[in-house]
């Protein structure tokens, strides 16, 4: 244990010597910095409680547990005489609904409310089974059934019946409108309707909120660089953080923070194994295994620690900045320093057996630049095998893409996790389809780490069994 | 029970062979002195005891376990030859790092780090980077690092190598100390004036093969030989003294230096006497006494200098590598 924290507090001194270290510490203060000099300001009650309302028109299908959503004509959605009420607010939700057309015997067509109304319509929907949908993918090509990757299903809207509208009861629609605050407000609420004095195709309902204003739909003025420049004058928080999150933080400052741990860190065991070192190390009680293994969590341990600073500072950034105190996004530590130990794992490897740090710098950004691609690859291959567009690419091609993804380290599934993990906490159910994350499956966790655990094991074995026989 | 031992160890590296069958005893409490040229397989030898180098053939045993057991190693000190500290260290935190290796406790650390560093004249600057210090004292820094657990063997390769005359007298006081306290000490070197100051033992290696071992006593064994000189404008009486017995040859070609030798069982007073009864005087008479250069020189005499010119055909005495 002492010999362990020995070579682990080394590590630590040996990282803080470079200047590396100093450049990723310095991007990591500006980015929280940056982060800090966000202000969310949240849009007044009243014409926030209009905007989420707005947004009602948006179903999920399956009681909103399809993945798909569908772009209903339900009617107006208003929110009136908006109140605080506690921790949340009170309101009078007043929907105006459309008689479904008839056609008289004239050829025209007239409103008739026994075919039902377009509110009636829309919860029958929500009840209903998702219609045929449709993918459209990141590029905006569409197709009938999604591969598994980032896909916006949409649903063609169904046209209920007039005896399925006319079923729809007062609890239901009730909880299909429950049911939208938390879809596309991100809040709970009570609903309960209102029919003194309005009449059907209108429908009034007396709605009480929890949660105020920091909830994951309420739209918020958003500002950057301490006011001096406007983002959004009525963006969703959750969206917004989102976007913060994943798109910046988790998409280019993971990537390039990963990329500079991985050149710091490439000198570590080339220069402890380096000739007129090693013997130094390896005449001291402790085995070689060991050493090697210890050196190695060493790295971790100093990524780990530097990847806590940065994204707990962002994270704290971002909670003092907005109120939104969602844990996810701390997630990001341990996956990142998962991702480092795997891409590490192969420096140390190609670092015991050529000794050269810039070797072992390179092969480890290839390493990363192929199982990047090798996840696509995969993604590739499946949706054409789903769509059934094999045609004509040839088999062996998709065989050795599937072998080199049963093997290879899952390192697009720990991304794939960690965006899918960031855009629950942060988005609502309704945005979280719209921005195709809902059609993309978590990959399974225990295949994920298990393969990449194996990965990081043999690397770790080739590298001690070289280093054992070696005569330093 | 010996500190070291080795029988017939043999080592190649693909098609060198860095020793060749190598038996030797070191016994505690010795300072046990190893010479060669370069490329003889000194470090070699002492890389296998410590493990660094997996033997080829033979048995090496340290301490009573085979080299390079992993326990033992606490056990020892090992100054390597061309050492590299990690620049980062200072010489206190490098100390502190090894420590922690080695088990010493926090306590001990802290009283002994300075204590050593002192000990080798470096503790003033103990906490500067290495990568700010001289040759010597890194070369101080790998001494100290080798004696802070209180080792019961020290292996020093060339340890003054770089080090100020004055730092070299220090460093074998150093050693006769700590032979004083029954460590016992393995030394590489190449200053013969220095081993033959200081060790015990000594061995000579000559491309891989023991070819002297012995205390120093034993090795520059007496030869009877003594160097003699008269007043001037006198001259040797030549022909009486080979008529004595005495094999006696010129130094110089003045003939004024000359050399004597004595055979089974003589003593240089019979001459002496002679010299004094024909009415010379004697001004310069000296027992000759062997060096262990000397000892050395007539070892590798002849033999090639180092491994970089073994093709030299004129010195293929005892066969060539390839
Ligand atoms: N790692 C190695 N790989 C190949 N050959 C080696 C290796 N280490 C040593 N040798 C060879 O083994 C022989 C003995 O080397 P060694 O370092 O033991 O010599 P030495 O007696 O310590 O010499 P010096 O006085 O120069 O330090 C040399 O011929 C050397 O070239
Ligand atoms: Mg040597």
Redesign the interface.
Known sequence: M??F???L??SF??AV?GFVIYAMLGLSALTILIVGSMSFTPVAPQEAMGKIASRFSIIVPERGRSRSVSFGTSGEFKASDVTTAGSGYKLRLTVTGHAEKKSTDDGKTVPDLTNGDSFRSAVAQWIGKSGQSMSIDPSGKASKKGGGGKNVEVSMPTQPTAEEQRAVTTAQMEEFLVNQFAMQGGMTATVKRITDGVAEPTYAFDVTTAGGSGVRGWPHKVEIFFGAVNISDEAPLGMVLWGIEDQIINGMGAGVALLISIIMTAFFVP?MI????V?????????RTPLLVYKYIGGLTFIFLVSTVTVGGIWLAIALRSGFWDPTFLVLIPVLTFTFAILYSISVMVGVLTRSPIVAMLATMGSMFFFWIAGFAKRWADSKRNDNEVGSTPEWLFMVIDTINTIMPRYKDLDTITSKLIADGTLTPAETRMVGLASLEYPSGIETFGVSLAFIAVMLAIACWKFK?R?? | MSVIETRELRKT?GRIQALKGVSLRVEKGQIYGLLGQNGAGKTTLI?IL?????LTDGDARLLDAPAGN?????R?G?L?E????????SAY?LMD??G????VSRGDRRQKIPATLELVGIAGRMHSKIKTYSKGMKQRLGIA?ALLHDPDVIFLDEPTDGVDPVGRKEIRALMATLKDRGHTIFLNSHLLGEVELICDRVAILQRGELVREGTIAELTAQKGVFELGLAPSQAFPEHEAKALGYPVRALNPTATLWEVGLTDGQTIDPLVRMLVEKGLSLRHLVEKKVTLEDVFMSVVEGAEPGTDRRERKATAVGGSDR
């Open positions: 002492t010999q924290l020995a070579i507090r080394d001194r040996e010597d220069n380096r000739k007129g070192s013997d130094l190390l390896i005449s001291k009680p402790i085995g026989r005569d330093s | 590296y890389k410590l493990g660094i180098t997996q992993t326990a033992v190693r606490a020892v090992y390597p061309d050492h590299q500290f990690p620049g980062y260290h935190s790092f090894y922690q290796l080695y088990g690092q």
